[in-house]
């Protein structure tokens, strides 16, 4: 199981990227996603998640200018960030709970391996 990000780069402040993350590999269902990032010095937040259902959660810091989604049939989740800010710059990191076993109905959570995203003021 493969979790492949793309979309990260340089922008400058009250811009946007979209962000994305596909599952590749053989596997038999996902359940939450979610996009992580780390900044220069700082501990790796939860930015946002999104459950198989649909239903989002978001840091209280990005309300209202990310948007997480996903397109179940693509196995690709999204993330699309508006008026970015200097400290939404980060390293971002996407996750899937991935069920990778026809026989065992567990899941396992996989991350992907960052991109870099740089707000400049």
């Known amino acids: 199981v493969q979790l492949v990000e793309s979309g990260g780069g340089l922008v400058q402040a009250g811009g946007s990227l979209n962000l994305s993350c596909t599952v590749s590999?053989?596997?038999?269902?996902?359940?939450?996603m979610a996009w992580y990032r780390q900044a220069p010095g700082k501990q790796r937040e939860l930015v946002t998640s999104?459950?198989?259902?649909?239903?989002?959660n978001y840091v209280d810091s990005v309300k209202g200018r990310f948007t997480i989604s996903r397109d179940n049939a693509e196995r690709t989740m999204y993330l699309q960030m508006n008026s970015l800010k200097p400290e939404d710059t980060a390293v971002y990191y996407c996750?899937?709970?991935?069920?990778?076993?026809?026989?065992?109905?567990?899941?396992?959570?996989?991350w992907g391996q960052g991109t870099q995203v740089i707000v400049s003021s």
């Open positions: 996750t899937a709970d991935v069920r990778v076993s026809f026989v065992r109905p567990t899941y396992s959570t996989y």
């Open positions: 590999g053989a596997i038999f269902g996902i359940n939450d």
């Open positions: 999104v459950r198989s259902d649909g239903s989002t």
